[in-house]
């Protein structure tokens, strides 16, 4: 799993525009899936109670794949279940495609 599908703009037909940060690319892209409701409650709640709050302000060319591992690996250290870290990602990332 990479940040950089999110950053090289292989999000759907939507491509992020240059300098955009997380924030504002996921209000743009969260509105637009179509998605189970449940589906949507949950990654709601992880994008906006944790993937926005360490991501939200960077500018998506300069999310790394090291900087999604050390906030994965912070966020285990902190107490957080390996599978609870690993759905934050996948709405984070994989759900991007």
């Known amino acids: 799993m990479t940040w ?32 189970d409701p449940r589906t949507v409650d949950n990654y709601e709640s992880y994008l906006r109670c944790h993937v926005l709050v360490r991501f939200g302000a960077t500018p998506l060319g300069e999310i790394t794949a090291l900087d999604v591992d050390a906030w994965v690996k912070e966020s285990r250290e902190a107490g957080y279940a390996p599978a609870t870290v690993a759905s934050w990602v996948k709405a984070a990332v994989d759900d991007l495609e």
Do not use: K, N
């Not at 599908?5 to 509105?31: M, Q, Y």
């Open 4 to 35: 950089s599908l999110i950053s090289d703009g292989r999000c759907g037909s939507t491509r992020p525009v240059a300098g955009s940060s997380c924030g504002p690319w996921v209000d743009r892209w969260f509105p637009v899936q179509d998605l």
